[in-house]
Protein backbone atom coordinates (compact mmCIF):
# COMPACT_ATOMS: atom_id res chain seq x y z
CA UNK A 1 0.00 0.00 0.00
CA UNK A 2 1.46 3.51 -0.46
CA UNK A 3 1.17 6.03 1.98
CA UNK A 4 0.15 9.44 2.37
CA UNK A 5 1.23 11.48 5.46
CA UNK A 6 -0.92 14.38 6.00
CA UNK A 7 0.52 16.71 8.31
CA UNK A 8 -1.24 19.53 9.47
CA UNK A 9 0.68 22.14 10.66
CA UNK A 10 -0.76 24.06 13.86
CA UNK A 11 -0.65 27.22 15.80
CA UNK A 12 1.83 25.47 18.17
CA UNK A 13 4.63 23.70 16.95
CA UNK A 14 4.93 20.57 16.93
CA UNK A 15 3.56 19.21 14.53
CA UNK A 16 0.40 16.81 14.40
CA UNK A 17 0.25 13.81 12.02
CA UNK A 18 -2.92 12.26 10.90
CA UNK A 19 -1.84 8.51 9.56
CA UNK A 20 -5.40 7.76 9.05
CA UNK A 21 -5.63 8.64 5.48
CA UNK A 22 -4.24 6.90 2.68
CA UNK A 23 -3.94 7.27 -1.34
CA UNK A 24 -1.71 5.88 -4.45
CA UNK A 25 0.25 9.00 -4.87
CA UNK A 26 4.03 8.58 -4.10
CA UNK A 27 5.07 11.66 -5.71
CA UNK A 28 7.04 13.25 -3.04
CA UNK A 29 5.62 16.32 -1.62
CA UNK A 30 5.23 18.09 1.42
CA UNK A 31 2.95 14.93 3.04
CA UNK A 32 5.81 12.13 1.75
CA UNK A 33 9.28 13.83 2.95
CA UNK A 34 12.43 12.09 1.29
CA UNK A 35 14.24 10.55 3.91
CA UNK A 36 18.16 10.44 3.84
CA UNK A 37 20.16 8.61 6.94
CA UNK A 38 23.66 9.31 6.71
CA UNK A 39 25.13 6.39 9.08
CA UNK A 40 28.63 7.02 9.55
CA UNK A 41 31.34 4.76 10.41
CA UNK A 42 33.13 4.57 14.07
CA UNK A 43 32.14 8.15 14.79
CA UNK A 44 32.41 9.21 18.42
CA UNK A 45 30.10 11.05 20.53
CA UNK A 46 32.44 13.48 20.97
CA UNK A 47 33.98 13.23 17.32
CA UNK A 48 31.57 16.73 15.68
CA UNK A 49 31.81 20.10 16.86
CA UNK A 50 28.30 20.37 18.10
CA UNK A 51 29.03 17.59 20.54
CA UNK A 52 31.68 18.96 22.17
CA UNK A 53 34.31 17.45 19.18
CA UNK A 54 37.67 19.78 18.59
CA UNK A 55 37.55 19.55 15.15
CA UNK A 56 35.40 21.98 13.09
CA UNK A 57 32.32 19.90 11.39
CA UNK A 58 30.16 22.99 10.35
CA UNK A 59 27.81 20.90 7.73
CA UNK A 60 27.07 18.47 10.24
CA UNK A 61 26.38 20.94 12.85
CA UNK A 62 24.05 22.99 10.52
CA UNK A 63 21.91 19.18 10.92
CA UNK A 64 21.88 20.26 14.64
CA UNK A 65 21.01 24.49 14.08
CA UNK A 66 18.26 23.63 11.73
CA UNK A 67 17.48 20.54 13.58
CA UNK A 68 17.35 18.33 16.81
CA UNK A 69 20.09 17.06 18.82
CA UNK A 70 19.20 13.66 21.17
CA UNK A 71 22.06 13.02 23.70
CA UNK A 72 20.84 9.85 24.69
CA UNK A 73 20.71 7.59 21.42
CA UNK A 74 21.86 4.52 21.04
CA UNK A 75 23.37 2.01 18.06
CA UNK A 76 22.61 -1.44 19.38
CA UNK A 77 25.69 -2.70 19.13
CA UNK A 78 29.71 -1.51 19.42
CA UNK A 79 30.31 -3.03 16.39
CA UNK A 80 29.70 -2.40 12.82
CA UNK A 81 27.64 -5.75 11.71
CA UNK A 82 25.40 -6.18 14.02
CA UNK A 83 24.65 -2.59 14.46
CA UNK A 84 23.46 -2.32 10.36
CA UNK A 85 21.47 -5.77 10.97
CA UNK A 86 19.04 -4.43 13.59
CA UNK A 87 19.25 -0.87 11.65
CA UNK A 88 17.73 -2.46 8.41
CA UNK A 89 16.00 -5.35 10.30
CA UNK A 90 13.97 -3.80 13.33
CA UNK A 91 15.82 -7.36 15.56
CA UNK A 92 18.63 -7.34 17.85
CA UNK A 93 21.37 -8.83 16.10
CA UNK A 94 22.53 -10.87 19.23
CA UNK A 95 18.95 -13.14 18.11
CA UNK A 96 20.71 -14.51 15.65
CA UNK A 97 23.96 -16.20 15.10
CA UNK A 98 26.43 -14.86 12.83
CA UNK A 99 26.06 -11.42 12.85
CA UNK A 100 29.47 -10.13 14.51
CA UNK A 101 31.49 -8.61 12.40
CA UNK A 102 31.62 -10.31 9.16
CA UNK A 103 34.27 -11.43 6.62
CA UNK A 104 34.75 -9.65 3.52
CA UNK A 105 33.50 -13.00 1.96
CA UNK A 106 30.54 -13.43 3.83
CA UNK A 107 27.26 -14.59 2.42
CA UNK A 108 24.19 -12.03 2.97
CA UNK A 109 23.09 -11.79 6.37
CA UNK A 110 19.64 -10.41 5.58
CA UNK A 111 17.70 -12.89 3.12
CA UNK A 112 14.91 -11.87 0.76
CA UNK A 113 11.55 -11.87 2.50
CA UNK A 114 12.40 -10.36 5.50
CA UNK A 115 10.71 -7.14 6.65
CA UNK A 116 13.45 -4.43 6.19
CA UNK A 117 13.43 -0.68 6.68
CA UNK A 118 14.06 -0.03 2.81
CA UNK A 119 11.41 -2.66 2.12
CA UNK A 120 9.05 -0.89 3.77
CA UNK A 121 9.45 2.46 2.31
CA UNK A 122 9.70 0.89 -1.14
CA UNK A 123 6.37 -0.50 -0.45
CA UNK A 124 5.29 2.91 0.51
CA UNK A 125 6.40 3.67 -2.84
CA UNK A 126 9.64 5.26 -1.97
CA UNK A 127 12.63 4.83 -4.65
CA UNK A 128 15.49 3.29 -2.79
CA UNK A 129 19.25 3.50 -2.39
CA UNK A 130 22.21 2.60 -0.54
CA UNK A 131 25.28 3.60 -1.50
CA UNK A 132 28.89 2.96 0.89
CA UNK A 133 29.73 0.78 3.39
CA UNK A 134 27.43 -2.80 3.59
CA UNK A 135 29.14 -4.80 5.71
CA UNK A 136 25.96 -7.21 5.71
CA UNK A 137 27.60 -10.23 3.47
CA UNK A 138 26.81 -10.76 -0.39
CA UNK A 139 25.66 -13.46 -2.36
CA UNK A 140 23.99 -16.93 -1.66
CA UNK A 141 26.76 -19.13 -1.00
CA UNK A 142 30.26 -19.68 -0.33
CA UNK A 143 32.74 -19.09 -2.02
CA UNK A 144 31.50 -15.66 -3.57
CA UNK A 145 32.47 -15.42 -7.60
CA UNK A 146 33.11 -12.01 -7.33
CA UNK A 147 33.01 -11.84 -11.83
CA UNK A 148 29.30 -12.54 -12.10
CA UNK A 149 26.28 -11.10 -10.77
CA UNK A 150 26.46 -11.49 -6.68
CA UNK A 151 23.14 -11.45 -5.24
CA UNK A 152 21.01 -11.54 -2.99
CA UNK A 153 22.08 -8.21 -1.61
CA UNK A 154 20.20 -4.81 -1.34
CA UNK A 155 18.46 -5.21 -4.23
CA UNK A 156 16.74 -8.13 -3.19
CA UNK A 157 15.58 -6.81 0.07
CA UNK A 158 14.12 -3.25 -0.78
CA UNK A 159 16.73 -1.31 -2.05
CA UNK A 160 15.95 -0.23 -6.03
CA UNK A 161 19.57 0.97 -6.30
CA UNK A 162 22.97 -0.32 -4.62
CA UNK A 163 26.72 1.32 -5.14
CA UNK A 164 28.64 -0.55 -2.04
CA UNK A 165 31.82 -1.31 -0.68
CA UNK A 166 31.06 -4.74 -0.11
CA UNK A 167 32.51 -5.08 3.50
CA UNK A 168 34.70 -2.42 5.05
CA UNK A 169 37.75 0.03 3.71
CA UNK A 170 40.25 -2.70 5.35
CA UNK A 171 39.04 -5.66 3.77
CA UNK A 172 39.14 -7.36 0.12
CA UNK A 173 37.97 -7.11 -2.20
CA UNK A 174 38.62 -3.71 -2.72
CA UNK A 175 36.54 -2.98 -5.39
CA UNK A 176 33.01 -1.49 -5.76
CA UNK A 177 30.11 -3.07 -6.45
CA UNK A 178 27.06 -1.42 -8.08
CA UNK A 179 23.73 -3.44 -8.05
CA UNK A 180 25.16 -7.00 -8.55
CA UNK A 181 28.40 -6.23 -10.38
CA UNK A 182 31.84 -5.37 -9.89
CA UNK A 183 32.47 -1.62 -11.20
CA UNK A 184 35.18 -1.22 -14.31
CA UNK A 185 35.60 -5.17 -13.76
CA UNK A 186 37.35 -6.63 -17.13
CA UNK A 187 36.69 -9.88 -18.01
CA UNK A 188 40.60 -10.94 -18.55
CA UNK A 189 41.52 -10.14 -14.98
CA UNK A 190 39.47 -11.69 -12.87
CA UNK A 191 39.13 -11.25 -9.15
CA UNK A 192 39.97 -14.17 -6.90
CA UNK A 193 39.40 -13.63 -2.82
CA UNK A 194 40.24 -15.62 0.01
CA UNK A 195 40.13 -14.74 3.73
CA UNK A 196 42.77 -18.35 4.23
CA UNK A 197 45.23 -17.96 1.60
CA UNK A 198 47.52 -16.04 -0.41
CA UNK A 199 47.52 -16.62 -4.26
CA UNK A 200 50.87 -17.11 -5.98
CA UNK A 201 53.08 -15.23 -3.49
CA UNK A 202 51.38 -11.77 -4.30
CA UNK A 203 52.61 -9.09 -1.84
CA UNK A 204 51.61 -8.97 1.63
CA UNK A 205 52.05 -6.22 4.29
CA UNK A 206 53.81 -8.72 6.70
CA UNK A 207 56.21 -9.53 3.86
CA UNK A 208 56.92 -6.33 1.72
CA UNK A 209 56.27 -3.52 4.23
CA UNK A 210 58.59 -1.61 1.80
CA UNK A 211 55.52 -1.15 -0.41
CA UNK A 212 53.31 -0.01 2.22
CA UNK A 213 52.38 4.13 2.43
CA UNK A 214 51.07 3.30 5.70
CA UNK A 215 52.16 0.52 8.41
CA UNK A 216 49.80 -1.46 9.86
CA UNK A 217 49.24 -1.87 13.79
CA UNK A 218 47.49 -5.01 14.20
CA UNK A 219 45.80 -7.33 11.90
CA UNK A 220 45.25 -5.57 8.13
CA UNK A 221 49.02 -7.27 7.01
CA UNK A 222 47.83 -9.31 3.70
CA UNK A 223 47.27 -8.31 0.23
CA UNK A 224 47.90 -4.39 -0.59
CA UNK A 225 46.12 -2.54 -2.14
CA UNK A 226 47.12 1.15 -3.06
CA UNK A 227 49.71 0.70 -1.03
CA UNK A 228 47.68 -0.11 2.00
CA UNK A 229 47.63 -3.94 3.20
CA UNK A 230 44.48 -5.05 4.17
CA UNK A 231 42.79 -8.01 5.57
CA UNK A 232 42.04 -10.95 3.43
CA UNK A 233 43.93 -11.97 0.47
CA UNK A 234 42.76 -10.67 -3.61
CA UNK A 235 44.15 -10.83 -6.56
CA UNK A 236 43.21 -9.34 -10.29
CA UNK A 237 40.63 -6.92 -10.87
CA UNK A 238 43.24 -4.25 -11.32
CA UNK A 239 40.91 -1.78 -13.15
CA UNK A 240 38.49 -2.18 -10.69
CA UNK A 241 40.56 -1.72 -7.58
CA UNK A 242 39.19 1.68 -5.55
CA UNK A 243 41.46 4.49 -4.79
CA UNK A 244 40.91 5.25 -0.84
CA UNK A 245 41.81 8.86 -1.22
CA UNK A 246 38.79 8.75 -3.81
CA UNK A 247 36.07 7.16 -1.82
CA UNK A 248 34.33 9.84 -0.29
CA UNK A 249 33.81 11.64 -3.67
CA UNK A 250 32.74 9.09 -5.32
CA UNK A 251 29.70 8.10 -2.65
CA UNK A 252 28.92 11.71 -2.56
CA UNK A 253 28.92 11.45 -6.67
CA UNK A 254 26.43 8.70 -6.04
CA UNK A 255 24.24 9.95 -3.77
CA UNK A 256 23.98 13.39 -5.36
CA UNK A 257 22.85 11.73 -8.81
CA UNK A 258 20.44 9.50 -6.54
CA UNK A 259 19.12 12.86 -5.37
CA UNK A 260 18.58 14.14 -8.32
CA UNK A 261 17.26 11.46 -10.51
CA UNK A 262 14.74 11.36 -7.87
CA UNK A 263 13.57 15.03 -7.34
CA UNK A 264 10.41 14.56 -8.36
CA UNK A 265 9.84 11.09 -6.53
CA UNK A 266 9.90 10.49 -2.58
CA UNK A 267 13.52 8.50 -2.41
CA UNK A 268 15.15 7.09 0.75
CA UNK A 269 19.29 7.11 0.74
CA UNK A 270 21.02 4.94 2.95
CA UNK A 271 24.33 7.03 2.25
CA UNK A 272 26.81 4.67 4.76
CA UNK A 273 29.89 6.51 4.75
CA UNK A 274 33.66 4.65 4.58
CA UNK A 275 34.85 7.68 7.16
CA UNK A 276 36.12 7.90 9.61
CA UNK A 277 36.77 4.27 9.77
CA UNK A 278 40.42 2.31 8.95
CA UNK A 279 42.41 2.77 6.58
CA UNK A 280 41.79 6.92 7.02
CA UNK A 281 42.99 7.93 3.79
CA UNK A 282 41.31 11.41 3.59
CA UNK A 283 41.87 13.18 -0.34
CA UNK A 284 44.50 15.79 -0.33
CA UNK A 285 42.07 18.49 -0.33
CA UNK A 286 41.88 17.75 3.10
CA UNK A 287 45.29 15.61 4.24
CA UNK A 288 46.64 18.02 6.72
CA UNK A 289 43.92 20.25 7.05
CA UNK A 290 43.29 19.47 11.15
CA UNK A 291 46.81 18.98 12.67
CA UNK A 292 45.35 16.23 14.26
CA UNK A 293 46.44 13.32 10.98
CA UNK A 294 44.46 11.47 9.00
CA UNK A 295 41.86 10.86 11.54
CA UNK A 296 40.73 14.40 12.24
CA UNK A 297 41.12 14.78 8.56
CA UNK A 298 38.82 12.24 7.51
CA UNK A 299 36.26 13.81 10.19
CA UNK A 300 36.05 16.91 7.68
CA UNK A 301 36.01 14.66 4.68
CA UNK A 302 33.44 13.32 6.44
CA UNK A 303 31.52 17.03 7.26
CA UNK A 304 32.18 17.67 3.47
CA UNK A 305 30.20 15.07 2.52
CA UNK A 306 27.41 16.58 4.49
CA UNK A 307 28.12 19.53 3.17
CA UNK A 308 28.01 18.08 -0.28
CA UNK A 309 24.31 16.60 0.29
CA UNK A 310 22.60 19.76 1.61
CA UNK A 311 24.31 22.09 -1.23
CA UNK A 312 22.15 19.24 -3.24
CA UNK A 313 18.99 19.28 -1.93
CA UNK A 314 19.25 23.50 -1.83
CA UNK A 315 19.95 23.63 -5.49
CA UNK A 316 16.70 21.38 -5.98
CA UNK A 317 14.78 23.42 -3.88
CA UNK A 318 14.29 19.87 -1.59
CA UNK A 319 15.30 21.07 1.82
CA UNK A 320 12.02 21.66 3.37
CA UNK A 321 10.66 18.46 1.81
CA UNK A 322 13.68 15.96 3.05
CA UNK A 323 13.86 14.47 6.92
CA UNK A 324 17.97 13.86 7.35
CA UNK A 325 19.18 11.70 10.41
CA UNK A 326 22.70 11.57 10.98
CA UNK A 327 24.39 8.96 13.42
CA UNK A 328 26.91 6.25 13.69
CA UNK A 329 27.46 2.71 13.56
CA UNK A 330 29.24 2.12 17.04
CA UNK A 331 31.83 3.90 19.22
CA UNK A 332 34.99 5.86 18.12
CA UNK A 333 38.56 3.88 18.75
CA UNK A 334 41.52 5.58 17.74
CA UNK A 335 43.96 2.92 17.09
CA UNK A 336 42.16 0.63 14.79
CA UNK A 337 45.15 -1.19 12.91
CA UNK A 338 47.26 0.81 10.81
CA UNK A 339 49.68 3.73 12.33
CA UNK A 340 48.19 6.74 11.61
CA UNK A 341 48.91 9.17 14.49
CA UNK A 342 45.59 9.25 15.77
CA UNK A 343 46.29 8.44 19.52
CA UNK A 344 49.47 10.52 19.13
CA UNK A 345 47.90 13.85 17.40
CA UNK A 346 44.48 13.59 19.31
CA UNK A 347 45.58 17.25 21.41
CA UNK A 348 42.02 18.22 23.40
CA UNK A 349 40.19 16.35 21.53
CA UNK A 350 37.89 14.07 23.25
CA UNK A 351 36.18 11.18 20.27
CA UNK A 352 34.70 9.47 23.82
CA UNK A 353 32.79 12.71 24.85
CA UNK A 354 33.76 11.71 28.51
CA UNK A 355 32.13 8.09 28.28
CA UNK A 356 34.05 4.99 29.25
CA UNK A 357 35.19 1.97 26.26
CA UNK A 358 34.82 2.99 23.05
CA UNK A 359 34.35 0.83 19.71
CA UNK A 360 33.49 -3.23 21.03
CA UNK A 361 32.83 -2.10 24.50
CA UNK A 362 30.30 -2.42 26.66
CA UNK A 363 30.68 0.42 28.18
CA UNK A 364 29.03 3.75 27.07
CA UNK A 365 31.51 4.98 24.23
CA UNK A 366 30.70 1.97 22.38
CA UNK A 367 27.00 2.88 21.65
CA UNK A 368 25.81 5.94 22.58
CA UNK A 369 26.37 7.83 19.54
CA UNK A 370 25.34 11.24 17.87
CA UNK A 371 21.85 11.27 16.31
CA UNK A 372 21.05 14.58 14.77
CA UNK A 373 17.64 14.65 12.93
CA UNK A 374 17.02 17.77 10.66
CA UNK A 375 13.51 18.25 9.02
CA UNK A 376 13.10 22.18 7.89
CA UNK A 377 9.94 23.67 8.77
CA UNK A 378 8.53 20.82 10.74
CA UNK A 379 11.45 20.14 13.50
CA UNK A 380 12.10 23.34 15.41
CA UNK A 381 15.47 24.64 14.62
CA UNK A 382 18.48 24.19 17.57
CA UNK A 383 16.12 21.96 20.20
CA UNK A 384 17.62 19.19 21.77
CA UNK A 385 16.28 15.65 22.57
CA UNK A 386 17.36 13.13 25.95
CA UNK A 387 14.54 11.01 24.75
CA UNK A 388 16.34 7.23 24.70
CA UNK A 389 16.03 6.30 21.69
CA UNK A 390 17.57 3.33 19.78
CA UNK A 391 18.70 2.99 15.93
CA UNK A 392 16.11 -0.20 15.87
CA UNK A 393 13.42 1.55 15.79
CA UNK A 394 13.60 3.63 12.64
CA UNK A 395 12.07 0.62 11.44
CA UNK A 396 8.64 1.18 12.68
CA UNK A 397 8.87 4.50 13.22
CA UNK A 398 9.23 5.47 9.73
CA UNK A 399 6.66 2.66 8.86
CA UNK A 400 4.32 4.59 10.62
CA UNK A 401 5.18 7.78 9.24
CA UNK A 402 4.33 6.26 6.31
CA UNK A 403 1.04 4.68 6.80
CA UNK A 404 2.67 0.82 6.54
CA UNK A 405 1.91 -1.46 8.91
CA UNK A 406 4.06 -3.68 10.05
CA UNK A 407 2.98 -7.22 11.67
CA UNK A 408 3.74 -7.83 15.10
CA UNK A 409 5.89 -10.85 14.73
CA UNK A 410 8.09 -8.97 12.43
CA UNK A 411 10.85 -5.95 13.18
CA UNK A 412 10.13 -7.42 16.88
CA UNK A 413 12.49 -5.15 18.91
CA UNK A 414 11.73 -1.46 16.75
CA UNK A 415 9.15 0.15 18.30
CA UNK A 416 7.58 3.19 16.36
CA UNK A 417 9.52 6.69 17.85
CA UNK A 418 8.52 8.85 15.11
CA UNK A 419 7.44 11.22 17.50
CA UNK A 420 10.12 11.04 19.51
CA UNK A 421 12.12 11.29 16.93
CA UNK A 422 10.76 14.63 15.57
CA UNK A 423 10.26 16.68 18.70
CA UNK A 424 6.70 16.03 19.11
CA UNK A 425 7.08 14.11 22.36
CA UNK A 426 10.15 14.36 25.38
CA UNK A 427 9.61 10.76 26.01
CA UNK A 428 11.10 7.91 24.16
CA UNK A 429 11.38 4.08 24.83
CA UNK A 430 11.47 2.57 28.09
CA UNK A 431 14.43 0.28 28.23
CA UNK A 432 16.78 -0.75 25.68
CA UNK A 433 19.86 -3.60 24.86
CA UNK A 434 23.46 -2.52 24.20
CA UNK A 435 26.18 -5.06 22.60
CA UNK A 436 29.33 -5.80 23.02
CA UNK A 437 31.95 -7.84 21.19
CA UNK A 438 31.52 -11.77 22.02
CA UNK A 439 27.48 -10.75 22.13
CA UNK A 440 27.75 -9.28 25.81
CA UNK A 441 24.60 -7.39 26.85
CA UNK A 442 23.96 -4.91 29.07
CA UNK A 443 20.27 -3.52 30.35
CA UNK A 444 19.65 0.29 29.78
CA UNK A 445 16.31 1.11 32.00
CA UNK A 446 15.54 4.54 33.10
CA UNK A 447 19.04 5.88 34.66
CA UNK A 448 19.99 2.50 35.10
CA UNK A 449 22.46 0.20 33.19
CA UNK A 450 23.14 -3.21 33.80
CA UNK A 451 26.11 -5.06 32.39
CA UNK A 452 25.96 -8.99 32.57
CA UNK A 453 28.71 -10.40 34.22
CA UNK A 454 30.93 -12.00 31.94
CA UNK A 455 35.07 -13.87 32.25
CA UNK A 456 36.60 -12.00 29.11
CA UNK A 457 39.68 -9.87 29.27
CA UNK A 458 39.17 -6.20 30.38
CA UNK A 459 40.73 -4.70 27.89
CA UNK A 460 40.19 -5.72 23.99
CA UNK A 461 41.83 -8.13 23.42
CA UNK A 462 44.42 -6.74 19.97
CA UNK A 463 45.98 -3.54 20.41
CA UNK A 464 43.04 -0.99 20.33
CA UNK A 465 43.84 0.15 24.36
CA UNK A 466 40.03 0.33 25.00
CA UNK A 467 38.06 -1.06 28.22
CA UNK A 468 35.81 -3.97 27.28
CA UNK A 469 33.62 -3.32 30.55
CA UNK A 470 33.59 -7.23 31.10
CA UNK A 471 34.00 -7.89 34.87
CA UNK A 472 33.07 -11.66 36.34
CA UNK A 473 30.45 -9.56 38.78
CA UNK A 474 27.45 -8.22 37.56
CA UNK A 475 27.67 -4.62 37.04
CA UNK A 476 25.04 -1.97 37.54
CA UNK A 477 25.76 1.99 36.67
CA UNK A 478 23.64 5.16 37.32
CA UNK A 479 23.89 7.08 34.20
CA UNK A 480 21.74 10.32 34.70
CA UNK A 481 24.47 10.65 37.90
CA UNK A 482 27.66 8.86 36.73
CA UNK A 483 27.95 8.83 32.73
CA UNK A 484 31.74 7.40 33.49
CA UNK A 485 30.46 3.97 34.47
CA UNK A 486 32.74 4.94 37.50
CA UNK A 487 30.66 3.52 40.87
CA UNK A 488 29.89 0.12 40.43
CA UNK A 489 26.14 0.09 42.64
CA UNK A 490 25.53 -3.71 41.74
CA UNK A 491 26.32 -4.73 46.03
CA UNK A 492 24.79 -1.44 46.85
CA UNK A 493 21.25 -1.83 45.35
CA UNK A 494 20.61 -5.30 45.15
CA UNK A 495 17.12 -4.73 44.52
CA UNK A 496 17.22 -2.59 41.28
CA UNK A 497 20.17 -4.81 40.42
CA UNK A 498 17.84 -7.91 40.97
CA UNK A 499 15.08 -6.19 38.95
CA UNK A 500 17.60 -5.45 36.07
CA UNK A 501 18.96 -8.59 35.22
CA UNK A 502 15.64 -10.31 35.14
CA UNK A 503 14.58 -7.71 32.67
CA UNK A 504 17.45 -8.24 30.80
CA UNK A 505 17.32 -11.92 30.71
CA UNK A 506 13.18 -11.92 29.86
CA UNK A 507 14.16 -9.77 26.57
CA UNK A 508 16.73 -12.17 25.55
CA UNK A 509 13.77 -15.20 25.76
CA UNK A 510 11.56 -12.88 23.68
C1 LIG B 1 38.39 -5.77 13.51
C2 LIG B 1 39.55 -5.11 12.79
C3 LIG B 1 39.28 -3.61 12.77
C4 LIG B 1 37.94 -3.33 12.11
C5 LIG B 1 36.87 -4.11 12.83
C6 LIG B 1 35.54 -3.96 12.19
C7 LIG B 1 41.65 -6.33 13.15
C8 LIG B 1 42.82 -6.54 14.04
N1 LIG B 1 40.79 -5.38 13.51
O1 LIG B 1 38.55 -7.14 13.52
O2 LIG B 1 40.30 -2.95 12.10
O3 LIG B 1 37.98 -3.69 10.77
O4 LIG B 1 37.17 -5.48 12.85
O5 LIG B 1 35.11 -2.66 12.26
O6 LIG B 1 41.49 -7.02 12.15
S1 LIG B 1 33.62 -2.35 12.01
O7 LIG B 1 33.46 -0.93 12.27
O8 LIG B 1 33.36 -2.68 10.63
O9 LIG B 1 32.86 -3.16 12.94
CA1 LIG C 1 31.99 0.75 12.52
Redesign the pocket.
Known amino acids: MKAYLKIIIGVFIPICIDLSSTTASAQQTNQTPNIILIYT??LGYGDISSYGGQIPTPHIDNLAKNGLKFTNAYVTA????P?RYALLTGEYAWRKKGTG??PGDATSLILPGRTTLPGVLQKAGYKTAVVG?W?LGLGKEAPINWNKDIKPGPLEIGFDYAYLLP?????VPTVFVENHRVVNLEPEDPISVSYRKNFNDKPTGSKNPEQLKMMYS???NQSITNGISR?GYMSGGKKALWRDEDIADVLVNKSIGFIQENKDTAFFLYLATHDI??PRVPHQRFAGTTGKGPRGDVIVQLDYTIGAVQKKLKELGLEENTLIIFTS??GP?LD???VDGATERLGEHNPFGGFRGG??SAYEAGTRVPLIVQWKGKISPGSKSSALISQVDFLRSFAAATGQNVPKDKAIDSQNQWKALTGQQAKGRKSLVQQAIRNVLSYVEGDYKYIEPYPGPSMVP???NIETGFKEKPQLYNLKKDPGETENLASKIPKKMKEMKEMKVALKKV
Open positions: DDATCTSVAKHATGDRHGHIHVDNVDGYKYWGV
